[in-house]
Nanobody, 125 residues
Framework: QVQLVESGGGLVQAGGSLRLSCAAS????????MGWFRQAPGKERELVAAISWTGYATYYADSVKGRVTISRDNTKNTMYLQMNSLNPEDTAVYYC??????????????????WGKGTLVTVSG
């Protein structure tokens, strides 16, 4: 089992920045692709960004391209999501996720195996 714990959410004004962190524990010896999802009230959960185990390959949703950077530090078992130029539309619960496959393509094909409980990001106008 892998446990994922998000942190860094909070209230920020439009145009501001936040850095989310996801700390992994448990079977962290696995080569997991990881990603960030978000879910806003009344909307389906959507993939924001994903990153391969090596960090070489990344994916970004069109809605966040240019404003968001996903990264990871495997020596610390931690993944990050740097978010800049935030808009009220970015308000959502952000979830950390991990897949047993090591590549982004495998994650997109087979889905997510582990979820964090989420951290709330609220962007005020």
């Amino acid at each position: 089992q892998v446990q994922l714990v998000e942190s860094g959410g909070g209230l920020v004004q439009a145009g501001g920045s936040l850095r989310l962190s996801c700390a992994a524990s448990g079977r962290t010896f696995g080569n997991y692709a990881m990603g960030w999802f978000r879910q806003a009230p009344g909307k389906e959960r959507e993939l924001v960004a994903a990153i391969s185990w090596t960090g070489y390959a990344t994916y970004y949703a069109d809605s966040v391209k240019g404003r968001v950077t996903i990264s990871r530090d495997n020596t610390k078992n931690t993944m990050y999501l740097q978010m800049n130029s935030l808009n009220p539309e970015d308000t959502a619960v952000y979830y950390c996720a991990a897949a047993t496959g090591s590549t982004v393509a495998t994650m997109l094909k087979n889905g997510v195996d582990y979820w964090g409980k989420g951290t709330l990001v609220t962007v005020s106008g």
